[in-house]
C-alpha cells in the first residue's frame, strides 16, 4: 500500500547539473543545480534564484554552459553548491577544476567535466526562477564516447537523491529502450 506524503518535488534521477557562467570582471564561475531538464529538442531550462550570482552572470552575459557532474568529480561539484560565488568569487579556481573558454557562447567550460552544453539565453523568469537556455553545442570528450555517442558508463555522472540528500551514480543497464516492451504486443 502506498502512504500519502503530499505535496514533494520529488523526481528520480536528478541530474547533477554545473552551469557554468563568467562573472562581471571575467573570472569563471560555477554553481550545482539539480532542478532542471531538456524542455525543448534544442533548449534546456534550468531553476536558479535570482539571489544567485550565476543568474547575475547570465542577465549580463546571456549565455551559459550545463555540464554533468560525475563521480571523478563529486567533491568538486558538491563545493560549487555549498559556497556561493557572491562570497567566494574565485571558487572555480579553489575548486581544482580549470576552467576553458568555450568556443560558441561567452561562458566557461570545466576540462574536468566530460559533457557540456554550450548554450545561448532565451529568457529568465524570477517568478518561477526559470532560465531557459537554447542549446548552441555539445561538446564530448572523446574518451567517453562510443559509436560516437555519449557514453554513460564510461561518465560516471552523478544524480542528486532529492529524498536522502546523497549523490548517486547512475546505475546499470537494465534493458533496450524502444524495444523489451515488444515482448508485450
Given amino acids: 500500500?502506498?502512504?500519502?506524503?503530499?505535496?514533494?518535488?520529488?523526481?528520480?534521477?536528478?541530474?547533477?547539473?554545473?552551469?557554468?557562467?563568467?562573472?562581471?570582471?571575467?573570472?569563471?564561475n560555477m554553481m550545482n543545480a539539480?532542478?532542471?531538464?531538456?524542455?525543448?529538442?534544442?533548449?534546456?531550462?534550468?531553476?536558479?534564484?535570482?539571489?544567485h550570482k550565476t543568474w547575475e552572470n547570465i542577465a549580463a552575459r546571456k549565455a551559459f554552459t550545463v555540464a554533468f557532474g560525475t563521480v571523478d568529480t563529486v567533491k568538486a561539484c558538491d563545493y560549487l553548491g555549498i559556497?556561493?560565488?557572491?562570497?567566494v568569487p574565485d571558487k572555480v579556481a579553489k575548486s581544482g577544476l580549470t576552467a576553458v573558454k568555450s568556443t560558441f557562447v561567452d561562458a566557461p567550460?570545466?576540462?574536468?567535466?566530460?559533457?557540456?552544453?554550450?548554450?545561448?539565453l532565451v529568457s529568465?523568469?524570477?517568478?518561477?526562477?526559470n532560465v531557459v537556455g537554447h542549446i548552441l553545442n555539445c561538446a564530448v570528450e572523446?574518451?567517453?564516447?562510443?559509436?560516437?555517442?555519449?557514453?554513460?558508463?564510461?561518465?560516471?555522472p552523478l544524480c542528486f537523491d532529492t529524498c536522502q540528500h546523497v549523490y548517486r551514480?547512475?546505475?546499470?543497464?537494465?534493458?533496450?529502450?524502444?524495444?523489451?516492451?515488444?515482448?508485450?504486443k
Avoid: H, R
Avoid at 570545466?110 to 554550450?118: G, K, N, S
Fill in 109 to 120: 567550460v570545466m576540462a574536468e567535466l566530460p559533457m557540456v552544453l554550450e548554450c545561448e
Fill in 124 to 129: 529568465m523568469n524570477k517568478e518561477n526562477c
Fill in 1 to 28: 500500500m502506498k502512504k500519502n506524503l503530499g505535496v514533494k518535488n520529488w523526481m528520480f534521477p536528478m541530474p547533477v547539473l554545473m552551469i557554468g557562467t563568467y562573472n562581471a570582471d571575467g573570472t569563471p
Fill in 34 to 51: 539539480a532542478w532542471g531538464g531538456i524542455t525543448l529538442e534544442d533548449q534546456i531550462t534550468i531553476c536558479i534564484d535570482d539571489m
Fill in 83 to 87: 559556497v556561493s560565488g557572491n562570497k
Fill in 169 to 184: 551514480l547512475m546505475g546499470d543497464e537494465v534493458a533496450k529502450a524502444f524495444s523489451c516492451g515488444k515482448a508485450l
Fill in 142 to 156: 572523446e574518451s567517453a564516447l562510443t559509436d560516437g555517442k555519449p557514453d554513460v558508463a564510461k561518465m560516471k
